[in-house]
């Protein structure tokens, strides 16, 4: 998908995450009948920004931490709305730390058919009991309305290297001539056809932790 599709798509998504269109279902029971796993995955080659780019946007984000996914998941506003529990805040509210937050994945399984995971980065979704270092930012609700939720709300941000595991995960071979399906990318950190790829994506992750995720960047701007 070349950038001007890349940004159309994702100012649609964008769109109706302000509006609210929402539709949900219990992430245990695939739509369909079908397998998570068994979901065709599109498109297959992410848009990798920019690594200027990247560390500009990030600059935005108002809550960076260590996180935990418990493997809670729905359905939500286009996108996987996952429940990780925090376990270091580098920025942002500390009292946070030891509880769980809601944060919007960018992808999410279709509910159309044949079915399809929608892949809006260049990452797969979180994987349960894995850590991640998180870029967030706080989604804003009234008092009143988020009183009605179970957790506090945050959305990935930017778009690309909002969610890093904490471990180096190997490139894994995947061939661009070939559908690739979500068991295929499952266990990735990021879906790249190329060491050449992968190796930049890894530079940005390295230099990303270094400057944000560690004890002496913690709450500094």
Known sequence: MNKVLWTAFAVLVAGALVTGIVTRQSYAEPNHGIPYDDYAVYPQNPYLPEKDLIFTEIQNADFIAKVTFTGERTHAYYSEKSVVKVEEVYLG??????????????????????????????????????SYYVFLKAKEYSRAYQATLPYHEFSPYPWEFAVLSTEDIPRKPLDPEKQLYYRDIADCEFVVFSDEEYERCMEIKRELIEMYCTSATANTP
């Open 93 to 130: 509210d500390v009292s946070f730390e030891n509880t769980n937050i809601a944060v919007y994945e960018y992808g999410f399984f279709g509910d159309v058919y044949p079915p399809v995971f929608n892949m809006q980065s260049n990452s797969p979704l979180m994987r349960e009991g894995k």
